[in-house]
Each structure stands twice: as structure tokens, then as C-alpha cells.
């Protein structure tokens, strides 16, 4: 048996767990070791039987005394009872509905048992105790007496059942098996050898050496990934793209164009990027910088350089709402400059010729995609649709792609399929990204920052607010709105019907989960009781595309007071007059999504506010929201959210597939940095991996799951 032995080839594993396991993905001997356990139970005190008392879990060794089964027909249920008796004295145990249990366990016996014990009508006794005969040597317990390894809980996959298996096949691993990890490394980092360390995870001697295993692993995982992304990113560097020369006219003609000066951080950020353009390699950069800190006109700077010079350029959002703020942004901006534009989302396609700067002319999706198609469009700006096949461009030289997180590898990937030079990318975020997450999933990427937002911007005052208060939080807003201002009331659904997943918990205050607040309700209960005399209207996506535009507009327009919305409005929606953000049901959201919330007021140079109601009790929640109250920098929150949360919830991050256990470590700064800094010195002396055959073999793994998947 080595790791690539299929599991039909394991004694034991029939037809049905094949099929089972294969649900999990796991077909050969290498996916079973590598299906590690949940957590451990620390099973190797042997309590002596005069020592137990009710309520705690022992393990125990006795000789089987007496067994005997018994049927209840009231309950049908079936009990099985033993008295087990060691040099100390005696004890019942009793198992529920295990009938075959007569059969495996005999009379005079010796046997492991743990369980808990209990008291109740039947006496004082181990309940449905896990039972092992005894052994002497090693690996012949694996179930009891030991630290046992407890499994992710499956259907038809017990815990039980892995620990034979596992130790089955660990016991028939006869031929060496190769470490991906150079020797090097595992000597300098003073690392478990593989086939330790693999026995160590699912069978460790001590507490210390599953940390020992772990820290190994959770290394191997990070170091296979910097290694696949510092490749990619050599790789990219090797390929062709358009040179675009700097422009100075055309950009001082531009920012003199603007309403504002651009800030410090701007300059500086266009300036990477027009430096980039230059270049004959693709640009792969991340424009990193909070909300409001003004990305969408250093993108549109780029566009403009890209567009005068003959090329086309893609703007992709993360929703229509965006897409259709991005496209009239950009028209504007790009007005003086004749430039054409499109706008392709799922349902609506629409084109500014030069003659029109500050409207649009609707055409159909198939003139669109030719226009496209024969270098007629400048920039299209879109969705998701625009990574659609039919979509294809005649001289594309620039992508962006903002809020990017929302997309990850495999769009961007998509995006790039058709075109004969690789386009430049530039990508847009106001998720910041934790140091460890950039250094590894992200690390193919060039980071700018802007980090200073247009002069003049006030700290948002973010209040968490009592349903007590409530009252005193509307009669703030009615003064707000009477001075001109604008506000965004957020709930977590549109519907109070809406069915509920029937497998989520049922909200209640105890188990932190508050009632949900629904747009529609909301919206009814504040145009009828709170406000009658107010402007409102509500905006969710199940609303016909028509309609969302028509109250956009009305919105950005001053037409509306106040804005009753699901997360539509989450991403990228700049409405400078809004002063106050209020979020029902604030517990429903994590602090990203909070933070971009409150980024859609605060945009400009009057005092903005940001409320936060819950009637959660939950501590986390508590946590989370303190956070958002002291904390202003997306940055610091991200962090925070990182530590709190862990990184699954960075939206882009599922998809490397990287396992629960290595997952916790993304936090971990110095093993990040560690396994960076291998990679990097393994790839500097041998960057095609020829003297690392296992280790280019993994790395094709990974790139063939990220792409292809
Ligand atoms: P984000 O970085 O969150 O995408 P936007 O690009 O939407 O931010 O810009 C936010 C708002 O700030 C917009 O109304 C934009 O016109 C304005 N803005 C951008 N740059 C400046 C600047 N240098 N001075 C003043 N306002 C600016
Ligand atoms: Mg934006």
C-alpha cells in the first residue's frame, strides 16, 4: 500500500463506504490521511472503578462480568446491560439499541470502556459507553485508552469506523511514502517526518504532538500554496501585453477636468498604474483603498489612457446598481473626451456614443457585443455578464474589476480566456486584506494603497442603538431630513414571509439570533406611522430593473428622503448627500459588510452617522458591533473580522479548498511568512521545479482545481 493505492484495494472499505467516501472526495490512501480529525478526546486515564462519580466521563478496564440484552415494548427500544468489574470493584453499563452488542462483547471479556455516568430510574451506570477489548502494544487501541481522534460527523461515516480503517492503512503503509516537503525544510523547521506526523494527527501519544502535526501540515498547505501563486505571478511576468506610454497632456487635461483635486494618495495610486500601463507585461495590481477613499476615478484615469491610445478597456462591478453608477460616472467623466462607453448587465444594455456625454441610447445585446467585437465600444462597463462567452472584445488592453473579492481566480481567469496579449488587470477593493491572506492567496497580485481620503471627510459616528431608543434614533433622522440630508435604512431580508431555511435555527434573543426586520414591513411602517410626510421608498433585487434605476436616480437626484434597502446598496453606491445609515437586524451582518454599509454616508465634508440596531444579546455580536463603533479603518477591522471570524468568510478565499485546520493559521503571521519565504527560496535556484518533482506535481493540482473547478 503507498498513497496512490485506491480504496477498493483496502480491506474493509466495500462498495457503499467507497461511494460514501467518494462523496467527500476522498478515493485513495493519501485523501483518507488526509482527512483529519475534527478534535481529539483525551481518553487515556484509566479511572479505577471505585473512584467514579455520576456526571463525569471516564475510561475504565474490567473484565466483562455478566451481559444480557432486554426488549422494552413499550418504548421498543432495545438495552443491552453488563456489569464490568476491575480490582476496585463493579459497575453497570447500559447501550440503547445496539442489538448486536451481545454477539461482539462476551462474558469474562476484558474491555476498554469510556462514557458518561449516570444516575437515573435504572440505577447508577455507563451510558452507551464506547467499548475496545483489551490489548497490549501499540496502535492495537485506537477507540479507547488513548487520545482518540473524533472525525467531521457524516452520514454512514462514523468516527469508529475511520479509526479501524486509518489505522488499517497506516499499519499497511509498508513503502516509504515521499515527503512534498524538501528535507531541507523539515530538518530546519524541525518538522515531524510525513509518516509521523500522519500517525501523530489521527493517533497522537500526547496533546503536544497534535500541535506538533498540525503546525506541520497547516505548513505544508500554506507553502504549496505560495508556491502555486508565486508561479503564477513568474508566469504572468513572462507572457505579453500592450504598452500604453504615459500620456502627460491627457492626464493634466483630465484632473483639471474634475470638480475636486485629486489627493496625494490618488496621484500616487494613478501613477503606479499609468507606469504600469507602460510596461510589455501585463499589470497585475490590487488598488487597495477604503470606502470613499475616490478608486473609481483613479480607474477611470487608466481607462482614459488605455481608451485615447485605440485599446478597449472592461469595468466589471459586483452588481447592477454598480454597473449602472460606474457607467454614468464614467461617462461623465470621460465627456470631454469622446470616448464611447457601454453598459451590458443581465438585463440591460445600453451606449453612450460621443454625441451623447450625459445620456444614453439603448441598443440591442447582439449591436452591443458587435460593437464590442469590431473595437467600437471604448469601455464597457458590466456584470458578471461581461465574463459571459459571447462576450469578446477586438483590442482589449485593460480589465478592472472592482470590489474585487466578490469574483476571485476563477473569473478572472474566465476574463482573460479570449484574448490573444494578456490584458493589464487591475483590480479594486475597499475589503482590505489582512497581511497573511495577502501574502499567500493573494500574493500574485501588486498592492496599492490608498490610503487618505478627499480632504474635508468627518468621522462617520457609528452608535449602537437599543430598541429603547429607538424613538429618540427616528426623531434624529426626521431632523436630518429636514436640513436636506439623506438616509439609508438597511434590513436584513425583503420579506417577512420568506421561508426559512429549515435546517438554521429558529431566532430567538437567547441564542443571539434577533427577528428579522424586512424591507417591505419597514418600508410601510415608516411611510404610514413614522414619517407620513416624508419622501420614502424602498429598493430590494427581486424589483424589476426599470423600477431599481428609476429610484436610484430619484435618490441620487435629492427626490427621495429616505432609502429603505436590502444589502443592494452594500457595494460601491455614492450618494454624497446621505448623512445618516441606519442597519435593522445589525447582528445579521459581518463587520466587512457593516463597514461598507457605513460607507455609503460620509461622503463628502458633512457630519455623517451610522446606526446600528439589534436586539441581540449575543456576546459575539456585542463584540463585533463594539468593533465597528471604536474602529474607523476598514483595515483594522479586517483584521479584527480575521481573528473573530477566520478567513472563510473573506469572500473569494472557499474556493482554494483549503482545509479547516490550515485555515486557522492564515492568522497566523509567522508560519504565513514562513512558508512564503520557502517557497521563494526554492523557486529562485529552480523556478520550473525540475529537482521538486512531488512538489510541481501538487502545484498542478492546485492550479488545475482553481481553474477548472
Ligand atoms: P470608492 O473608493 O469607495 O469607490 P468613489 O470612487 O465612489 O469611492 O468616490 C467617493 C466619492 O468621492 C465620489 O462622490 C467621488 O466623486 C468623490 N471624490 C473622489 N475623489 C475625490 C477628491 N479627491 N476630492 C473630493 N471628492 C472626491
Ligand atoms: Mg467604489
Redesign the pocket.
Known amino acids: 500500500m503507498n498513497f496512490t493505492t485506491p480504496l477498493s484495494a483496502v480491506p474493509r472499505i466495500g462498495p457503499v463506504f467507497q461511494k460514501r467516501l467518494k462523496k467527500l472526495g476522498i478515493t485513495t490512501v493519501r485523501d483518507l490521511l488526509f482527512y483529519f480529525p475534527r478534535t481529539y478526546e483525551d481518553l487515556s486515564k484509566i479511572t479505577p472503578i471505585a473512584e467514579i462519580k455520576e456526571g463525569t466521563f471516564y475510561c475504565i478496564a474490567g473484565e466483562i462480568l455478566e451481559i444480557s440484552e432486554e426488549r422494552t415494548f413499550k418504548k421498543r427500544m432495545h438495552l443491552t446491560h453488563a456489569i464490568v468489574r476491575d480490582d476496585t470493584g463493579t459497575i453497570k453499563a447500559l447501550w440503547f439499541n445496539q442489538p448486536y452488542l451481545p454477539q461482539t462483547l462476551r462474558k469474562g471479556e476484558r474491555m476498554y470502556l469510556a462514557g458518561r455516568v449516570v444516575r437515573d430510574a435504572k440505577g447508577i451506570y455507563l451510558s452507551n459507553p464506547i467499548y475496545e477489548k483489551f490489548a497490549e502494544g501499540e496502535m492495537n487501541l485506537i477507540h479507547t485508552g488513548r487520545i482518540i481522534p473524533v472525525y467531521p460527523e457524516t452520514r454512514g461515516i462514523s468516527s469508529r469506523w475511520l479509526r479501524s480503517i486509518i489505522r488499517i492503512i497506516l499499519q499497511g503503509l509498508t513503502e516509504k511514502i515521499e515527503d512534498a516537503i524538501p528535507e531541507k525544510i523539515t530538518q530546519e523547521e524541525r518538522f515531524l517526518p510525513l509518516q509521523t506526523a500522519l500517525k501523530q494527527i489521527h493517533f497522537p501519544d500526547t496533546l503536544e504532538n497534535i500541535e506538533k502535526a498540525k503546525k506541520r501540515f497547516s505548513f505544508e498547505e500554506l507553502f504549496f500554496i505560495s508556491l502555486f501563486v508565486l508561479t503564477e505571478r513568474k508566469k504572468i511576468a513572462s507572457v505579453k501585453a500592450v504598452p500604453i506610454p504615459f500620456d502627460e497632456q491627457l492626464m493634466k487635461k483630465f484632473t483639471s477636468s ?6 496625494d494618495a ?1 496621484k500616487k495610486a494613478a501613477w503606479h498604474i499609468l507606469k504600469d500601463l507602460e510596461k510589455p507585461r501585463p499589470m497585475n495590481r490590487l488598488l487597495q ?10 480607474a477611470t484615469m487608466a481607462s482614459l489612457a488605455v481608451t485615447k491610445k485605440g485599446y478597449q478597456a472592461v469595468f466589471m462591478a459586483p452588481t447592477e446598481i454598480l454597473a449602472q453608477q460606474h457607467f454614468k ?1 464614467v461617462g461623465q467623466l470621460l465627456a470631454p473626451f469622446k470616448i464611447t462607453a457601454g453598459l451590458l448587465t443581465g438585463k440591460a444594455d445600453r451606449f453612450i456614443s460621443p454625441k451623447l456625454p450625459n445620456d444614453y441610447i439603448e441598443i440591442s445585446r447582439k449591436k452591443l457585443l458587435e460593437k464590442a467585437l469590431k473595437g467600437d465600444i471604448d469601455i464597457l462597463i458590466g456584470t458578471h455578464a461581461l465574463i459571459q462567452k459571447e462576450v469578446r472584445f477586438g483590442k482589449l488592453a485593460l480589465v478592472i474589476v ?1 470590489e474585487q473579492h466578490r469574483f476571485g481566480v476563477k473569473q478572472r481567469a474566465q476574463l482573460l480566456r479570449h484574448a490573444q496579449l494578456i490584458p493589464h488587470l487591475l483590480s ?1 477593493t ?1 475589503t482590505p486584506i489582512p497581511r497573511t491572506l495577502a501574502l499567500t492567496i493573494y500574493g500574485d497580485l501588486d498592492l496599492t494603497l ?1 490610503d487618505e481620503l ?3 471627510r468627518k468621522k462617520i459616528e457609528t452608535r449602537i442603538i437599543s430598541p429603547q431608543e429607538r424613538e429618540q434614533a427616528y426623531q434624529f433622522i426626521a431632523k436630518e431630513v429636514k436640513q436636506g440630508h439623506q438616509v439609508f435604512v438597511i434590513c436584513p431580508r425583503i420579506e417577512k414571509s420568506e421561508i426559512r431555511n429549515p435546517k438554521s435555527e429558529t431566532p430567538n434573543k437567547k441564542n443571539g439570533w434577533s427577528e428579522t426586520k424586512a424591507v417591505k414591513e419597514e418600508y410601510e411602517k415608516l411611510s404610514k406611522e413614522i414619517f407620513p410626510n416624508l419622501r420614502i421608498a424602498m429598493l430590494h433585487g427581486k424589483m424589476a430593473q426599470k423600477e431599481k434605476e428609476e429610484i436610484m436616480r430619484k435618490f441620487k437626484f435629492g427626490k427621495i428622503d429616505i432609502l429603505v434597502s436590502t444589502s443592494v446598496v452594500e457595494v ?1 453606491v ?1 450618494i ?1 448627500n446621505a448623512s445618516v445609515m441606519m442597519i435593522e437586524g445589525a447582528d445579521r451582518f459581518g463587520l466587512a459588510q457593516l463597514h461598507q454599509f457605513r ?1 455609503r454616508v460620509g ?2 465634508d458633512q457630519q455623517s452617522h451610522c446606526f446600528l440596531f439589534t436586539e441581540s444579546s449575543s456576546r459575539t455580536v456585542a463584540e463585533r458591533l463594539r468593533a465597528l463603533v471604536r474602529l474607523e479603518s476598514g483595515f483594522e477591522l479586517a483584521e479584527k473580522d480575521l481573528h473573530m471570524r477566520g478567513p472563510g468568510d473573506f469572500n473569494g478565499v472557499k474556493q482554494w479548498g483549503i482545509p479547516d485546520f490550515a485555515m486557522q493559521q492564515l492568522s497566523n503571521v509567522a508560519l504565513v511568512e514562513k512558508a512564503r519565504e520557502a517557497a521563494k527560496n526554492i523557486l529562485e535556484k529552480d523556478i520550473a521545479l525540475h529537482t521538486y518533482p512531488l512538489l510541481k506535481k501538487r502545484v498542478e493540482e492546485l492550479r488545475e482545481k482553481l481553474h477548472l473547478e
Open positions: 474634475l470638480p475636486f483635486q485629486l489627493t490618488q483603498g477604503d470606502v470613499g477613499s475616490g478608486k473609481t476615478v483613479v460616472t472592482d479594486m475597499a490608498i478627499p480632504k474635508g460601491g455614492d454624497p460607507g461622503r463628502s
